[in-house]
């Protein structure tokens, strides 16, 4: 593993402390763990929202806040709504069950064990 040495004035190490303390409490190298996913967040950012996945969003918060939709089912929806990553793996996953390219845990096993059995015969 490789170690970075950075220096920051006493007001940013204060505020990181902060973060660490809310995100991590005490934990034994949470300090590291925060400083490292800023660092991946800075290498490969999180993409952004075109402006017309925006829209859509903002037309389906008004339509379902008329309709008296609960607030936690709007939410929902609009996280789902902007992880277009996630709407493509249900796409696919859809596909897969057409087309019979899935498997069953079968009955009395426990679901766990089967995909970590799964995932080691990739």
Request: proline residues 3%.
């Amino acid at each position: 593993m490789a170690q970075i040495l950075v220096r920051v004035d006493e007001d940013l190490a204060k505020e990181v402390r902060k973060i660490v303390k809310e995100k991590y409490g005490g934990r034994r190298g949470a300090l590291s763990l925060v400083v490292e996913e800023a660092l991946r967040e800075a290498v490969s950012p999180p993409t952004e929202i075109s402006a017309s996945s925006l829209l859509e969003v903002i037309d389906y918060v008004s339509r379902a806040s008329k309709e008296g939709q609960p607030k936690d089912q709007i939410l929902t929806n609009v996280f789902l709504m902007l992880d277009r990553e996630f709407e493509q793996s249900i796409v696919t996953g859809l596909d897969d069950l057409r087309k019979g390219r899935f498997r069953e845990v079968p009955k009395g096993e426990d679901a766990v064990g089967f995909l970590k059995e799964l995932a080691g015969q990739e």
